[in-house]
T-cell receptor, first 112, second 114 residues
Framework: GENVEQHPSTLSVQEGDSAVIKCTYSDSASNYFPWYKQELGKGPQLIIDIRSNVGEKKDQRIAVTLNKTAKHFSLHITETQPEDSAVYFCAARGFGNEKLTFGTGTRLTIIP | AAGVIQSPRHLIKEKRETATLKCYPIPRHDTVYWYQQGPGQDPQFLISFYEKMQSDKGSIPDRFSAQQFSDYHSELNMSSLELGDSALYFC?????????????FGSGTRLTVV
């Protein structure tokens, strides 16, 4: 089955700086890679996703890059703000309605 | 836009009792997934249903069962509850042919077993 590793487990950055979270996956058949933001007591919220036919995707301050050859993908948050503080999970999934396999999460803290 | 609805939000049960968690997917989503998230852990896949049939099974204990009904809502039944079952239980729905694409999670049910 798929195995997703995520680093770092905790990350603190100054407000306004950039944050980068990295994930690797094991199953070369995986072709969908979402990122979720989870705030305390809430369900994971999809913030950005990328499919395997795309190398990079950007949405305002958030970007995701995918290297299929190396089987890793990264989340980039620029101009970080206090409200970006949360736990972020990467995930990978194969074709169709297959289950998501999550990374172990990164607790991001933005220091004002 | 309609989201995934889970009920109840909080549930407190005693050991060996039974609990039923409900999930109402986004309209026209035909696939439902159940995840268990322990404190400080990543969500762990339990089970999924596609068009009312079980489509995949993860680390779901034999004490748990689930089903998807004709209106696509799903229920997770948990019997002989143990202290270790205390966790957040999330339901997610998806459908390749309808937006929003990808998974959408509900707000979860926090189960506490005492």
């Amino acid at each position: 089955g798929e195995n997703v590793e995520q680093h770092p487990s905790t990350l603190s950055v100054q407000e306004g700086d950039s944050a980068v979270i990295k994930c690797t996956y094991s199953d070369s058949a995986s072709n969908y890679f979402p990122w979720y933001k989870q705030e305390l007591g809430k369900g994971p919220q999809l913030i950005i996703d990328i499919r395997s036919n795309v190398g990079e995707k950007k949405d305002q301050r958030i970007a995701v890059t995918l290297n299929k050859t190396a089987k890793h993908f990264s989340l980039h948050i620029t101009e970080t703000q206090p409200e970006d503080s949360a736990v972020y999970f990467c995930a990978a999934r194969g074709f169709g309605n297959e289950k998501l396999t999550f990374g172990t999460g990164t607790r991001l803290t933005i220091i004002p | 836009a309609a989201g995934v609805i889970q009920s109840p939000r909080h549930l407190i049960k005693e050991k060996r009792e039974t609990a039923t968690l409900k999930c109402y997917p986004i309209p026209r989503h035909d696939t439902v997934y159940w995840y268990q998230q322990g404190p400080g852990q990543d969500p762990q896949f339990l089970i999924s249903f596609y068009e009312k049939m079980q489509s995949d099974k993860g680390s779901i204990p034999d004490r748990f069962s689930a089903q998807q009904f004709s209106d696509y809502h799903s229920e997770l039944n948990m019997s002989s509850l143990e202290l270790g079952d205390s966790a957040l239980y999330f339901c997610a729905s998806s459908s390749p042919g309808h937006q929003p694409y990808g998974y959408t999670f509900g707000s979860g049910t926090r189960l506490t077993v005492v």
